[in-house]
């Protein structure tokens, strides 16, 4: 079969206008996220929904996440409370998806038959504006083929979707943030419970709504039973093909030993005045946890069409802001299946 790539459409209004067409018609398009890039169907339409999974190989029982282009519009899917609210108000366009009980509008298909719907608003404009000229809300999961590491920019997506229904997708540049967002579970608003660590830190959620947020257990720890309760949380997944192997500490003095067929990726750029060896890579110039996030996949991806043996990374230490989740992507990364 001919290899066929999706076209990439920069967000003018002539082709927002053409991409919305294509999924009033029930086709997918990609779109770009802060996050990462998503790949978008009418999330009030089973059929085309239903397309989203089969060019991921996406298992039916992983619901998918519902974006609207203005919080106001949360009625329109799902059943709000108060605690949604302030945490829409407060963070809403942004990284932050919220779990409710859902309205009879939203597909089975949709929420893998829950009775609850995920929803967010991003803060892309393009991706916003999509949505608005689409007039429904767009499903989408991040676009990867299930299972491999998320995109965080167009040129990602082409490459690893080519060869499904995929034609289309919306060139917004490079994500922002770098990993998804944070999944809080509210449809019991007075147990908010995390379901994934993500671009939005617990600390600032905790202290908008006043109240300790019930965390997940610790990746390494999540069985197949643990990983029903937040559907699609498998202990193995944003995996390259290459093994990884991770390090809680890993000076450049240890680095420097690892042998040179296999890569490694330190969250800093070292300080080292002896010349480093070309199988060293790093993350940010200094440690900054946005900058490790952002380029945390891409440097993956890049590494992963390498020949190299393994991919040793440096995990980050500290328990705030995005290091959470920046430890659940890399340790799901290395995780045996
Ligand atoms: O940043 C993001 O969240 C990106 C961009 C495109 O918005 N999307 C994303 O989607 O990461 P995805 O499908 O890769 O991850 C969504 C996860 C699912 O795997 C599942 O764990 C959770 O959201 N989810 C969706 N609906 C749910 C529900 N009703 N109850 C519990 N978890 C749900
Ligand atoms: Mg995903």
Redesign the pocket.
Known sequence: MPKTKPALFRPTPANLTRLANQLRRGGIVG?P????????ANALDATACARIFKAKG?PAN????V?LAHAADIGNVAITNSAAGKLAEAFWPG?L?L?LP?KPCVPDL???G?N???V?V?AHPGFRRLIKACGFPLA?????PFGYI?PTCAVHVRDSLCNTELRAILDGGDCT?G???T?L?L?DPNHPRL??P??LSLEKIEAVLQQKVIKPKTSAKLTLNSAA?????LPQHYSPHTPVRLHPTLSPKRAQQIPANEAIVLLCRPREKTPLKPNIFWLSEAGQLASIARNLFSKLRELDKGTWLKIHVELPSSNEGLAPAIRDRLTRAAAKG
Do not use: C, F, Q
């Open positions: 779109v996220a802060e996050t990462v890039y998503g790949l978008a996406r992983d619901p998918l996440i974006h990284p998806t779990v859902k949709v929420t893998s829950r609850t719907v995920a967010r991003p989408a999961p991040s676009a990867n998320s943030i990993v998804e967002s999944i579970d449809s379901l994934r993500g671009g309760l937040a559907p699609g949380m």
